[in-house]
């Protein structure tokens, strides 16, 4: 039986059970399970995307040089701080803990690397760009000690948690905690959206920087080009006068090859992106950071459950004078595989620098 709205009062009275969470993840995860059950989703007529123009994602190499001068490329550094993604772990590669402690090359870590990025910026131009790190349950102890040989570097690194949501057992829409599965299993994080409303790897550029402190872009995606291995990845579009993410989840069947053409949709998004600070403030005061909920259905330990997600790309389309920004393909290497780490490792011709997760840089 489909669930609906009447299953909230079940649902909350469960939720208020939960003394695990704090009053804050109990509020926002009633909202989210209440907005999922009305049936709120954000339906994509296909004949209105538009492909965007240069003004809505603009060529990476059509942007204005930083002054050699010093001074001013500090000034612009001094209004930047880096917000790195943190919670996941290297399952994928046969570990067990944080991913950014996997060593990439010459004894250095994904957060080796990410620091000494940063350090060498603040040294270049007498900055003090910072770092942040949204660490989730599963890292969060792990890197609270790891970040200690950091402390004397001139990179003031800070840490929080993300929230942390239940998974809800799908044919009862009951949290499954309530059920008796508090461990790790029972919840899932909320993950992209919390490091947006809440408050890189890959080196920081400050021609972007530049560009969007001048022309008042609140929000900004890095994309690049598309390839035969990046199908499935979000693209940006016109959609409606304004430039918006689209997933392959709200794709319609009939159009799923055409999302996947490399020859309509060209680039995709590389999960870097740029947000002014102040805005977000606006929006979450004024609750207005509603994003398109993805329901991903698992089966864990034999229970149906579902993982309601949400992801910090889909903000796009709520910020004033939005854009993408479509950089060179050397600047997007991801490590997800043992394949992928392999790569790096061994081709001395990639630079330290070049190796990439996830990042948010806050301005």
């Known amino acids: 039986m489909a669930a609906t709205t009447e299953n909230l009062p079940q649902l909350k009275s469960a939720v208020d059970g939960l003394t695990e969470m704090s009053e804050n993840e109990r509020s926002g995860f009633i909202n989210l399970v209440s907005r999922y059950l009305s049936g709120e989703a ?76 940063i350090e060498n910026l603040n040294n270049k131009y007498g ?52 059920k008796g599965k508090t461990d790790k299993d029972g919840c899932c994080m909320k993950f992209h959206t919390n490091c947006v409303s809440s408050l890189v790897l890959g080196l920081i550029a400050a021609e972007i920087l530049k560009h969007l402190i001048q022309n008042k872009n609140e929000y ?31 794709v ?16 995709f998004n590389t999960n870097n992106l740029w947000v002014n600070l102040k805005a977000i ?27 309601l997600e949400t992801a910090a790309g889909a903000a796009i389309r709520f910020f004033d004078n939005a854009i993408g920004v479509n950089v060179p393909r050397s600047r997007f290497l991801p490590v997800k595989a043992t394949s992928d780490l392999l790569l790096v490792q061994v081709n001395t011709s990639i630079p330290h620098f070049k190796v990439k997760q996830s990042n948010i840089d806050i301005f």
């Open 281 to 307: 403030k606006k929006l979450v005061e004024a609750d207005a950071l509603k994003m398109e909920i993805i329901p991903n259905p698992k089966e864990v330990d034999g229970v149906k459950v579902l993982q």
């Open 252 to 267: 319609p069947d009939e159009h799923v090859n055409e999302f996947k053409s490399i020859e309509k949709f060209k680039i």
């Open 220 to 250: 900004c995606m890095e994309v690049t080009p598309k390839t035969l291995a990046d199908v499935k990845g979000g693209t940006l579009i016109s959609y409606e006068g304004k430039v918006q993410l689209l997933e392959i989840a709200q």
């Open 42 to 117: 954000q339906h994509i007529e296909w004949s209105k995307i538009q492909t965007p123009t240069d003004e809505i994602v603009v060529p990476y190499d059509k942007m204005a040089p930083v002054s050699e001068d010093v001074s001013e490329t500090k000034n612009l550094l001094d209004k930047l701080v880096v917000l790195k993604l943190n919670g996941g772990l290297g399952t994928t590669m046969g570990c067990t803990g944080p991913k950014s402690v996997i060593e990439i090359r010459d004894g250095l870590t994904f957060l080796d690397l990410i620091v000494i990025q």
């Open 127 to 178: 900055c003090k760009v910072p770092l942040v790190l949204m660490n989730s349950f599963n890292t969060h102890d792990d890197t609270q000690k790891i970040v200690e040989k950091y402390t004397n570097s001139n990179v003031d690194i800070h840490t929080f948690n993300q929230s942390k949501y239940p998974r809800v057992v799908a044919d009862e829409f009951v949290p499954w905690p309530s």
